[in-house]
């Protein structure tokens, strides 16, 4: 994988990736902080189906993520 950033929703499954930066307000910086998704965290993509929310592994829990809002993660 290069090292350019790109949206979590493009992250193929069984890939690792660390957030970079996530794009969104307020609200939505502090409920994905609850979950432990940060920047600087890594993130290794369990199920990622068109149209479906993606899954992934996050500091040994794994999360569902809406699509809308795993397209606001970047990660490299």
């Known amino acids: 994988m290069n090292k350019e950033r790109i949206p979590l929703t493009e992250l193929p499954a069984g890939k690792q990736a660390q957030v970079e930066i996530i794009q969104g307000g307020n ?12 920047p600087g965290v890594e993130v290794t993509m369990v199920q990622n189906f068109r149209k479906r929310p993606v899954i992934v592994n996050v500091r040994y829990t794994q999360i ?13």
């Open 27 to 38: 609200n939505l910086i502090g409920r994905l902080a609850g979950v432990g998704i940060t």
């Open 64 to 76: 569902a993520l809406g699509r809308s809002v795993a397209s606001k993660i970047y990660v490299k």
